[in-house]
């Protein structure tokens, strides 16, 4: 609710639609920012990109923010490891070299059992490059502190944090006390104590002369049953509780900015009542959470602006004075368990936010994503190749499906604008037909799944081709116009490339679709296989085929150059047997089945298949226990997690799967995009259906080890 002064209270109004921004930090809290004055921009550093009740993934990448675009800096030389809830505070560096940037301490250990770690090093950031900072005496390891530039005595004040490792801050590892940064050497405060706490928010205000304070958790164990919501006055080495309204409230991981644009210190958001498991857990966020610190006679008052972010906790927050207004990007949105972190960056000055637009990875968390990669994408004006992705449905509630065309390469998601575009769709088919040039797009769902499915109306049976331009270009364009031979419509199938001597053939087998073809009135799982080549459709006589099936996993096995497919369900059954496909004459083909030897895979619907050459292997990831699509939320036990690896022998006709026992790995899900990636070397995995909804994130695989796109 917005209120006025006279105490009448309207809704705040959402704010408008947002924009989605192509290059962004993905969703993270707890991350370090601040304003690097020496080159000019916001830098952002590290943060918690794992979801739950603790942070078992954190960042090392480095962003830079400037005139509301984000930017990857390309490091030079070493930089601080991944972590989370470190300091960090911009500081006046001298006349000839000008504000640096300086980042102490955080979490290290990362862990789904908490913070296993707490980090007691010292880094300066300046013109692209981070050095350690090594000197006595050094603060003790902490994360969660507060700091900030102290413009009164021209140093950084670094208060307070946690000191103590643990799914939470164990009782005696709140700290209390307060070190400053003199810019060469950190040097210990003798001032009257803060009492000690952890997470609380902290800025400069030069206005008053002071450092500003407030809130924190002040006791450690098994949870916070100390909230604060007192604020704290830092000057000339003192600190003082100010008797000052505590309208606020009690609040836990509030983000806090100096003044900027002639305007007032503000804070905004953080958690005013704890849960119980966690500092990662709130029961309750601060509604209608902005604030301003006024004088002559010093308080807090709110701030009714026309709309803002969503309440968070531990987001990012720091001024950029370049720009005239501070500069926000989401913490930790959901209450309990802090299952997902907020995509969006926000501008702050004198009372009214502005939504810059968000990080969505292949626009929206989604599932039934079409992904191939591309060896033909550009990148700028040359021909290096990337993957490519189509479609998809969004959260309940959003647009389901979409129509969108982005690529990925170097840990960057791009939406690139063809000229024209597929009808909306997912669970479609999409391969590099590398033959003939181009990516291949078939088939899929023009509306939101139902409890059938897809409504037989809106299964699709239309192919296009995308051809790559330069500059993020490209093109799409309906092969068929007319009347044409292919596939009858159907959607959650797959198409493979196989590449044959000097040529190569596009692949399809099955899926859901219609059974009494032209009428398309009934439809089931289909069991037909099909071969593309040349622009032409050819249905293809085969021995040996697997069953009628949909959403099973399916990849090109470099190792044995054939088509793999995997699982599925077929109308009653949930699969777990594998075949390979041999072409032969033209319009036939022999499907044989591979027998598994040792441990086999649960049997499985709409996993993720890929096929790594540089180990030779298939990697098989995730997928759904039920043939439902997508598959059921909020029954943990129907989505699968477990990672394998698995060899195919055509001699003897076998599939040797090894499970790989992974300590940081992608939630469980179904219906994930996944494919080789071969211009960045590993396998790429996006999005899916968890059991919370779509997915919003990127992982790649190599080497048997995930690891999460920041």
């Given amino acids: ?65 400037s005139a509301g675009s984000w930017s990857k800096v390309t490091v030079t030389g070493v930089s601080p490891s991944a972590r989370y809830g470190a300091g960090m505070a911009s500081y006046d560096s001298g006349p000839t070299t000008g504000w640096n940037v300086l980042l102490f301490g955080g979490c290290t250990g990362l862990s789904a059992g908490g913070c296993l770690g707490v980090a007691s090093d010292t880094w300066e950031y300046a013109a692209g490059t981070w050095t350690q900072m ?73 206005i008053g002369d002071n450092v500003i304070l407030y809130g924190g958790c002040k006791t450690g164990g098994a949870s916070c049953t100390g909230p604060s919501a007192g604020t704290w006055s830092f000057a000339a080495g ?42 990662w857990t709130c029961a309750t966020f601060a509604p209608q959470a902005t604030w301003t610190w006024a004088g002559p006679v010093w308080h807090w008052a709110r701030v009714f602006p026309t709309y803002q972010p969503v309440p968070g906790m531990f987001a990012a927050m720091a001024i950029d004075p370049g720009d005239g207004y501070s500069v926000y990007l989401d913490g930790c949105l959901t209450p309990l368990l802090c299952q997902s972190a907020g995509p969006w960056t926000w501008t702050y000055a004198l009372t009214v936010w502005n939504d810059i637009g968000g990080f969505i990875p292949a626009g929206v968390a989604r599932f039934g994503v079409s992904i191939a990669y591309d ?15 189509f479609g998809g449905c969004l959260p309940a509630g959003g647009s389901c499906p979409l129509g969108q065309t982005w690529q990925y390469i170097g840990d960057v998601w791009t939406l690139l604008s063809p000229a024209r575009s597929p009808p909306a769709r997912f669970d479609a088919a999409m391969a590099y037909d590398a033959a003939d040039g181009y990516v291949l797009l078939f088939g899929g769902c023009s509306i939101a799944p139902t409890a059938g499915g897809c409504p037989t ?24 116009t007319g009347t044409c031979v292919s596939p009858v419509a159907r959607f959650a199938m797959s198409m493979v490339y196989a590449p044959t001597g000097t040529t190569g053939y596009v692949l399809l087998f099955g899926g859901y679709g219609c059974t009494n073809p032209p009428a398309c009135t009934t439809a089931g799982v289909l069991g037909d296989t099909w071969q593309y080549f040349a622009g032409t459709w050819t249905p293809t006589s085969v021995t040996g085929a697997p069953s009628a099936r949909s959403g099973y996993g399916a990849t090109y096995d470099g190792a044995i150059f054939s088509p793999v497919v995997f699982g599925g369900y077929d109308g009653a059954t949930v699969l777990n047997d594998a075949y390979y496909y041999t072409p032969g004459k033209t319009g036939s083909g022999t499907w044989t089945s591979l027998t598994p030897t040792g441990a086999t895979p649960p049997a499985r619907f709409q996993p993720g298949l890929a096929y790594d050459p540089s180990t030779g292997d298939l990697v098989l990831f995730g997928g759904c226990t039920s043939g439902s699509v997508p598959c059921p939320g909020g029954l943990p036990a129907s989505v699968l997690a477990d990672t394998w690896e698995a060899t195919v022998s055509t001699t003897v006709g076998s599939i040797t799967w090894t499970q790989v026992s992974t300590s940081f790995s992608p939630p469980a899900r179904s219906d994930p995009a996944m494919t080789y990636d071969s211009i960045d070397g590993y396998t790429l995995l996006f999005g899916g259906s968890t059991i919370v909804g779509p997915a919003e994130d990127t992982w790649t695989y190599s080497g048997g080890t995930w690891a999460l796109v920041a």
Avoid: K
């Fill in 375 to 389: 060896a033909q994408l550009y990148t700028g004006s040359s021909t290096l190749g990337a993957v490519l992705a």
């Fill in 238 to 279: 003192t600190w003082t509780h100010v008797s000052a309204n505590s309208a606020p409230g009690t609040l836990i991981g509030a983000s806090m900015s100096a003044p900027v644009a002639g305007g007032p210190l503000m804070m905004f958001g953080g958690c005013n009542a704890p849960g119980s498991s966690a500092p």
């Fill in 1 to 65: 609710m917005a209120c006025s002064a006279s105490g009448s209270c309207s809704p705040v109004s959402a704010a408008p639609s947002p924009s989605y921004l192509a290059t962004s930090p993905a969703p993270i809290s707890s991350a370090s920012m601040a304003w690097d004055g020496r080159d000019g921009y916001v830098v952002l550093f590290g943060g918690c990109t794992a979801s739950g009740p603790y942070c078992a993934g954190a960042s090392s990448v480095t962003w830079a923010f």
């Fill in 457 to 480: 109306v809106n299964l699709l049976g239309d192919y296009w081709e995308f051809v790559a331009a330069p500059a993020g270009g490209g093109s799409w364009t309906n092969l068929c």
């Fill in 134 to 206: 090594i000197g006595s005496p050094t603060p003790p390891a902490r994360y969660l502190a507060s700091m900030s530039w102290d413009s009164r005595d021209n140093e950084i004040v670094m208060a307070a944090g946690c000191g103590g490792t643990g799914p939470l801050c164990p009782t005696g590892a709140v700290l209390p006390d307060t070190w400053a940064w003199t810019g060469t050497s950190w040097r210990i405060v003798i001032a009257p104590a803060l009492t000690a706490r952890y997470g609380a928010a902290m800025a400069d205000n030069p």
